[in-house]
């Protein structure tokens, strides 16, 4: 990477299209799997879980980046784990306090954010690298990106499921006159890993990607 | 006779209904990975296995004996995930020292079991079912373990023949395992309500 002063706005710009497109962490990297899969039932749960990891993923990053040239390469992992459980508590407990019912239905997946492939990855990858505006950066894009994702998935599935979307009715149900029948299958384990899977093919299709 | 029953009730119920592959999502990443080759999947789940006894055991007893009485409970993720990591340095240690093959087949994933949601999620999972007595918490961490082994080594055995299969090109990899998965998750609610 170059050090002259107008090639960084294109870094930057770079990074932050990284994490929305080129390197997804779901569609590309395949990171973060399990909350993927796990709270896309319905997109409010999902928003709020994007909401979270962004949280978690901007502070880790930054506290990742301030100290990278303090740390040890042994237990680099190990206190990037501790940095990212410390801010998961926080949101778990911000969550409890003022979303008690959202804590309610994401349960033990928030404290299931703190083995979520995509932190410590991008602390891996990204922070313990560069500097704090490119690593703000990249948690911004990366975080976005992923919560677009989960709430595109979390949309189709809950369409499917119920016929509305974040709690909107958008499809007549067929016992109050319409023709919509729920697809229960939907919302249980089954459509997770059927829409995903799909989505996935979906992606590669388009760009024209051989596994 | 009433013991014995709560545990044999505990071990079937998070071995087949409440599988941590197909009904909680857990351990999904390793799940992708390691899939591949039915002796790699067989590993793999044994090293999960006792990582997470003897990590779910742990952590029952720091959470119950400690961190309850001394009111700690904030610090509970921070003290759960340093327990995992030290199991997983300890196996790590111990795989590399006596089966040096299997080691090198491991590769990268078995530092990566400190950061699969399987062994955090069931000692997450264990607290929120206000399990009571340590021997059974003991025996459903060992269910978690034969589970995760049970669903990586059925997905192993089916990729084994989906090589021969004519897949679609844009399907191929990560999708057709997601959607194998996802048939095998619906064969799995055949048991839900089994027992509770």
């Keep these: 990477m170059s050090n002259s002063s107008d090639a960084r706005p294109a870094l930057y710009s770079q990074t932050l299209l990284a994490g929305l497109w080129r390197e997804n962490p779901i569609l590309r990297l395949l990171l973060g799997m399990c909350p993927t899969l796990a709270v896309t039932a319905a997109v409010k749960p999902a ?135 729920k697809w229960a299958a939907m919302g249980m384990p089954v459509g997770a890993f059927l829409t995903l899977g799909l989505m996935l093919g979906l992606v590669n299709l388009v760009t024209g990607k051989k596994a | 006779m009433d013991t014995l029953n709560i545990l044999l009730m505990g071990f079937i119920s998070v071995v087949l209904i409440n599988n941590l592959v197909f009904t909680k999502f857990l351990g999904i990443c390793p799940y992708l990975g390691v899939s591949g080759r039915i002796d790699m999947a067989f590993g793999m789940g044994m090293a999960v296995t006792f990582v997470v006894t003897l990590s779910g055991t742990l952590t029952w007893m720091i959470d119950n004996w400690i961190l309850m009485k001394l009111g700690l409970e904030v610090t509970r993720y921070v003290c759960f995930i340093l327990v995992i990591a030290g199991a ?37 999972f264990l607290n929120l079912w206000m399990i009571e007595s340590l021997l059974d918490a003991a025996v459903r961490s060992f269910g978690a373990g034969i589970g995760f082994t049970m669903a990586i080594c ?40 089994m027992i509770r």
């Design chain 1, 47 to 181: 928003f709020t879980m994007g909401c979270c990891v962004i949280f978690v993923l901007l502070c880790s990053n930054i506290i990742v980046s301030l100290m990278r040239n303090l740390l040890k390469p042994h237990l680099r992992i190990l206190m990037f784990t501790l940095t990212i459980a410390t801010f998961v508590t926080i949101a778990d407990l911000f969550l409890k306090a003022f979303q008690p019912e959202m804590s309610e239905t994401l349960g033990p997946y928030v404290p299931l954010i703190i083995v979520n492939c995509i932190i410590i990855c991008r602390a891996e990858a990204c922070a313990s690298k560069n500097g704090l505006i490119v690593s703000i950066i990249d948690a911004f894009g990366m975080g976005v990106g992923f919560t677009v994702t989960l709430c595109v998935l979390a949309s189709v599935r809950e369409l499917l499921a119920t016929g509305a979307i974040f709690e909107i009715q958008i499809l007549a149900l067929a016992k109050e006159g319409g023709w919509f029948v």
């Design chain 2, 88 to 124: 997983v340095q300890l196996v790590e240690m111990y795989v590399r020292k006596f089966f040096p093959s299997l080691y090198d087949s491991f590769g990268i994933f078995l530092p990566l079991i400190t950061t699969n949601c399987a062994i955090l999620g069931l000692c997450l």
């Design chain 2, 154 to 193: 059925i997905m192993a055995g089916i990729r084994e023949n989906l090589n021969m299969a004519d897949v679609p090109d844009c399907l191929k990899g990560a999708p057709i395992t997601l959607i194998t998965a996802g048939l095998l998750s619906l064969a799995f609610m055949g048991f839900a309500g």
